[in-house]
């Protein structure tokens, strides 16, 4: 009965699939500031980083060895910077780097 | 039919700037209705409530005529868009909707070029400005009071806002620095934000 | 005399709230009614008001607190919006059978599910049963009326009966408009000191809500039924003196808007009638002979100024801002208490239902346009093609 345009459809109660590793609708790469900086040298694989992320940013490379930072949802509290045991991190301001930021029509 | 309704929109973080954020549109909105100007000044209701650091908008619109379409809830076709966090410009596409010939003003220590190269659709604008708030009043306040339909204790315009407001009105008519000055708390920085401010023309 | 300042709907009630000198506040947050409590937090705690605030555990104990407060001689408000009104549904009914009464200003939102925070008027329609008064604003400066107002109604002893006094959530209740505020001394000639006739006071003992046989029911109910017939005498004589006192011209019940030889008009309340307004006048200078009638108070209804209202017209479109699912005419709420004013007539004008700002949605001019057109195309056909227009979602005609 109802006809409405495909564009301003919604599924069925409002049921929206869940993310299982990334959440594609909810990109908070552009939240930062500072981003950490990883200096691997200095890296002793405490896993501070992968533990306290609140948004679980750092992942532990097995075949490089390293943790690996996820720029497109890092926040930049740079909760990390302040847990590393090793000072391998350091805050870089944002502006310095070309990459690492899906650019977003609007913010979600 | 009624006259065309200037659309002015402000990016800034959340939390941090969300006072600042609202003081700059609420500036533009004081400034032009002494002018005699039909105005509007309201944040974005879905950026709300903020988190910190999140991109919000703020949102302010003028007019000759009484604006009758008064509940529309975005800046659809911006003219002039405010960025009170240089970091903003990369990760969203601030000019969407901006019809070309618009103004950009950023709150930032570098050079127009260097913002500039972050924005892919910059061919829409014709001036940048860039200001370097934080050093000109570095104050960024944290203040709930005037959030979410509340009435404002502290006064527009102590902070970041200031200067920023002072570098719009250097690339606009539609709110001029006299007018300004008599809604803004903070004149110094007002001034200087204006002296200050590196303006140059993209197009 | 009066002070004019740019405030929003949640500023305006709350100014509304302290020149009333409110006694208890219990807050709870939900957006968007919460900016009243925080100003009125921010007045209390500044010394410019002097009441009990009290910050209860959810919508539910808001009510139930409130309900003591006033119970005990308190004037008492408290507020909510969307599923928080309906989480407090239980009390509703205890309070206006009780007849405590007490003011809960809502500022409307849209009910889950998902979560939505734009206004939608089901949340406070949704509990227009239980013997409330119950009315819309269409901006700040009514906001603050409606307060007053409705203080001074419910509180009349010919009435007693508690108040929703809504707005629409952010269309209202977060964008500033002119407001004018009166002196104290003017709100302390209109309204008068709070009195219940049946207060819980130790020196002369009562039981609020006993047990009843059902045979007693009945009476229970046509107590309530009975404050509903006499209300609207108490509205219209309040609101006289409220034009006098304030120099106002509010007409208590239905509003006309350029409907002097009128063909169609809009049926209308809440904040998209200032939208409505300027569609009214743009299409009469194409031309078209329509106006607008809005609606103030949805309890009691008004059914001789309805019916009066839209007697005139060949073709009213009501425009509804909130659901009946499986409803007679499967669309809105007002339409059918329209047509139930209307059924007595001799001359009927044709009547449909636009849903229009549903979910929070801007009703922009062009969709005024839009249902202005149906109307006028019903008047030509002499019928309506249908009785509930989803409009702006399905496809034009």
């Not at chain 2, 002072?166 to 110094?188: F, I, P, S, Y």
């Not at chain 3, 005990?72 to 969307?82: D, I, M, P």
């Not at chain 3, 819980?200 to 404050?227: N, Y």
């Not at chain 3, 949805?298 to 801002?321: D, N």
Request: proline share 6%; hydrophobic share 40%; net charge negative.
């Amino acid at each position: 009965m109802f006809n409405i345009p495909k564009e301003k459809q919604v599924p069925l109660g409002c049921v929206t699939p869940a993310p299982v590793t990334e959440q594609p609708m909810m990109i908070t790469g552009n939240w930062r500031e500072y981003r950490p900086v990883l200096e691997p040298e200095k890296c002793d694989l405490c896993m501070n980083c992968v533990v306290f992320c609140p948004d679980a940013c750092f992942q532990l490379d097995e075949a490089e060895e390293m943790v690996v930072l996820n720029t497109k949802y890092c926040k930049g509290c740079n909760i990390c910077i302040n847990e590393c045991a090793t000072d391998a991190l350091t805050k870089a301001y944002e502006l310095d780097f070309e990459d690492g930021v899906v650019r977003l029509e609007k913010p979600f | 039919m009624a006259s065309k309704v200037h659309q002015i929109t402000v990016w800034a973080r959340g939390v941090v700037q969300d006072k600042e954020g609202r003081d700059i549109a609420n500036g533009v909105a004081s400034a032009a209705g002494k002018d005699g100007k039909f105005t509007q000044a309201f944040d974005n209701y879905v950026d709300l409530p903020d988190r910190v650091n999140v991109p919000l908008r703020k949102y302010a619109r003028i007019s000759d005529e009484e604006i009758e379409e008064r509940y529309e809830y975005e800046n659809e076709k911006p003219e002039i868009v405010i960025v009170a966090d240089a970091t903003i410009v990369k990760g969203i596409n601030i000019l969407r909707g901006m019809e070309k010939g618009g103004s950009l003003v950023v709150a930032t220590d570098r050079k127009p070029e260097e913002i500039l190269k972050f924005i892919p659709n910059r061919d829409l604008l014709s001036t940048i400005v860039c200001v370097d708030a934080k050093a000109i009043c570095g104050e960024q306040t944290v203040d709930f009071s005037g959030s979410e339909g509340g009435v404002d204790s502290l006064g527009i315009g102590q902070g970041i806002s200031a200067p920023i407001l002072g570098a719009l009105a250097r690339c606009t008519d539609l709110v001029k620095l006299d007018n300004l000055a008599a809604v803004v708390k903070n004149q110094e920085a007002l001034r200087k934000g204006h002296e200050q401010a590196v303006m140059s023309t993209v197009n | 005399m009066a002070r004019e300042m740019m405030l929003s709907g949640c500023a305006a009630s709350a100014q509304a709230a302290k020149m009333a000198q409110v006694e208890v506040i219990c807050s709870y947050p939900i957006r968007p009614y919460t900016a009243i409590m925080m100003e009125l937090a921010k007045m209390v705690a500044n010394g410019e008001l002097d009441a009990e605030f009290v910050h209860g555990e959810g919508e539910h104990a808001q009510l139930s607190v409130v309900l003591g407060a006033a119970a005990a001689g308190a004037r008492a408000l408290t507020g909510s919006s969307g599923v928080g009104v309906t989480y407090a549904f239980e009390t509703y009914s205890p309070i206006a059978g009780g007849r405590i009464p007490l003011q809960m200003m809502i500022a409307d939102r849209a009910l889950d599910p998902p979560g939505d925070f734009g206004s939608e008027h089901t949340d406070a329609m949704s509990c227009r049963d239980q013997g409330w008064l119950m009315g819309w604003a269409e901006n700040p400066q009514e906001a603050f009326d409606n307060c007053l107002i409705n203080y001074r109604v419910g509180e009349d002893h010919r009435v007693l009966l508690p108040q929703f006094v809504c707005q629409d959530g952010y269309f209202v209740s977060h964008i500033p408009g002119k407001v004018a505020l009166p002196d104290q001394s003017q709100v302390d000639e209109f309204l008068p000191p709070y009195s219940l006739p049946h207060p819980l006071d130790p020196k002369r003992p009562v039981s609020h809500g006993p047990q009843i046989r059902p045979d007693q029911g009945t009476i229970m109910d046509m107590q309530r039924a009975q404050a509903m017939l006499d209300a609207p005498a108490v509205i219209k004589e309040a609101v006289d003196d409220y034009n006098r006192i304030f120099g106002r011209e509010i007409s208590p019940f239905v509003e006309e808007y350029m409907t002097e030889d009128a063909e169609i008009a809009f049926f209308i309340m809440g904040a998209h009638t200032m939208t409505a307004r300027h569609a009214v006048k743009h299409l009469r200078s194409q031309g078209v002979k329509i106006g607008l009638v809005k609606l103030r108070f949805v309890r009691p209804w008004p059914t001789q100024e309805v019916a009066e209202a839209l007697s005139k017209f060949k073709a009213v479109g009501v425009v509804e801002t909130s659901t009946s699912y499986g409803g007679a005419m499967r669309g809105g709420n007002l339409l059918h208490e329209v047509r139930a004013s209307l059924y007595e007539l001799p001359q009927r004008p044709l009547t449909t239902s636009f849903m229009a700002g549903l979910g929070g949605e801007m009703v922009p001019l062009k969709e005024f346009y839009y249902m202005a057109d149906i109307l006028s195309k019903a008047v030509k056909e002499g019928k309506t093609k249908k009785t509930v227009y989803w409009v702006g979602f399905e496809a034009e005609e």
